[in-house]
């Protein structure tokens, strides 16, 4: 993972993880909602055992919500995970700790899928992928999903040797047997652990073209969420746009693009280290 997506994905992570809420205007009805729980640790550190890396909390080891071992094979993973939880305040805001969240997603597989089940899931998506739907309605519109949109389907069929088409009305595109038997096949070469990082992106972008492109970093994590909100920034533009409300939306969507594309490059970089070690 180089240097440059790296610090684009930390800094969109510590930009999600810094927002201030706002109060509404005077006559808007706010909901009250639990308090979150308090900080109940001072420091936090990472424990090396022959499992992998655990999360300690002064001197409790971290546990998921089932209550299984908080071990990852991955020590920066580890460390990631321990800087979210450091970073809390008073309270700990477990709704911002995505990072966190994916690990205990990945540690305790709370629906028990399996490796084909996730992929299965994200092949299923391809026919729904937001870029391939595209309109013919507006001019304005058209062209910039062309000159935006286009480009990054046309790296796709040439990275993974596919040859998925845009659809220009609500029709599902069409996608052939063999381009789904290529994309398994990349899926597949991931960890089940892995996997859950994907699905994440992909649910954040709604969008399997634009996750791949981002994990492989032929967009940042800022571009591929603009490219995912593509129409409707272009709707903003004559309707006005709501700071504490589209804004927000935005940060928080790359909040949760660069904990995902952070999750899947350090599951992998351990492996790469293994396979180092051995030669």
Request: proline share 4%; glycine share 4%; hydrophobic share 40%.
């Amino acid at each position: 993972m180089n240097g440059k997506l790296m610090l684009g994905v930390i800094r969109a992570l510590r930009v999600g993880n810094c927002r201030q809420w706002q109060a509404p205007a005077a006559g808007i009805t706010v909901r009250h909602y639990a308090s979150p729980p308090k900080r109940f640790y001072k420091k936090t550190s990472v424990l090396s055992g022959d499992g992998g890396y655990e999360v300690v909390l002064d001197h409790r080891k971290l546990k998921t919500p089932k209550g299984s071992p908080f071990v990852v094979r991955s020590e920066p993973l580890a460390i990631a995970v321990a800087t979210e939880f450091d970073a809390q305040k008073e309270h700990i805001e477990r709704s911002r700790m995505h990072l966190s969240a994916l690990c205990f997603t990945a540690i305790d597989n709370p629906n028990q899928l399996s490796k084909l089940d996730m992929v299965n899931y994200l092949l299923n998506f391809i026919a729904t992928d937001t870029v391939l739907f595209q309109y013919d309605d507006e001019t304005d519109l058209q062209d910039l999903q062309v000159n935006e949109w286009d480009p990054v389907i046309a790296w796709f069929n040439q990275r993974f040797e596919t040859n998925l088409q845009k659809t220009m009305d609500i029709t599902p595109p069409q996608v052939s047997e063999q381009d789904k038997m290529r994309i398994a096949k990349h899926l597949q070469s991931y960890s089940l652990e892995t996997l859950h990082g994907f699905i994440f992106a992909v649910d954040t972008l709604k969008s399997i073209i634009l996750a791949c492109a981002v994990i492989e970093q032929m967009l940042t994590v800022e571009k591929a969420v603009a490219l995912a909100r593509l129409e409707e920034e272009y709707q903003l533009k004559f309707w006005g746009r709501v700071e504490w409300a589209h804004d927000l939306s935005q940060q928080e969507l790359q909040s949760r693009l660069a904990a995902a594309v952070l999750f899947v490059h350090l599951n992998c970089s351990e492996n790469f280290v293994k396979q180092k070690l051995i030669l």
